[in-house]
C-alpha cells in the first residue's frame, strides 16, 4: 500500500475551479493506476476519474467528462485533478485511490474495490 494525502480543496462558486492534489509515498508510483472518487452527504462513494500508471489512459465519469481533467507527474509522485465549470452537485468530499496494477480497464477503475490505498479526502463545496 502506498500513503496518500490530498490537498486543494475548498469552497467556490457555481462556475468556478478548483485543482486537487494527492502526494503519494513509495518509489514505485508509476506501478499504480490512480484514481478519484467522491461521496456526497447521503450518497455512496463515486467514481469520478481514473487514470493509468503511466499517463497514457484517462478515465471519467459522465457527469464530470469535459469539466474535469486528471493528470499526474510520476517525477513528483502526484495525481492532480483540475475541475473547472463547477457545480453545486460536484460538492462532495473527493479521496484519491491507488491500485496496484498500473493498467485497470475502464470498467475496473469504476469500481471502488479495484482500489486499495485511500487518502483521508478533501472537501469540495461548490455555491450557487
Known amino acids: 500500500q502506498v500513503q496518500l494525502a490530498e490537498s486543494g480543496g475548498g469552497l467556490v462558486q457555481t462556475g468556478g475551479s478548483l485543482r486537487l492534489s494527492c502526494a503519494t509515498s513509495?518509489?514505485?508510483?508509476?506501478?499504480?493506476?490512480m484514481g478519484w472518487f467522491r461521496q456526497a452527504p447521503g450518497k455512496e462513494r463515486a467514481f469520478v476519474a481514473a487514470?493509468?500508471?503511466?499517463?497514457?489512459?484517462?478515465y471519467y465519469a459522465d457527469s464530470v467528462q469535459g469539466r474535469f481533467t486528471i493528470s499526474r507527474d510520476n517525477n513528483r509522485n502526484t495525481v492532480y485533478l483540475q475541475m473547472i465549470s463547477l457545480k453545486p452537485e460536484d460538492t462532495a468530499v473527493y479521496y484519491c485511490?491507488?491500485?496496484?496494477?498500473?493498467?485497470?480497464?475502464?470498467?475496473?477503475?469504476?469500481?471502488?474495490?479495484?482500489?486499495?490505498?485511500w487518502g483521508q479526502g478533501t472537501q469540495v463545496t461548490v455555491s450557487s
Open positions: 487514470i493509468s500508471g503511466s499517463g497514457g489512459n484517462t
Open positions: 485511490a491507488a491500485a496496484a496494477d498500473p493498467d485497470l480497464t475502464k470498467g475496473e477503475v469504476q469500481n471502488s474495490r479495484a482500489f486499495n490505498s
Open positions: 513509495g518509489r514505485t508510483f508509476s506501478a499504480y493506476a
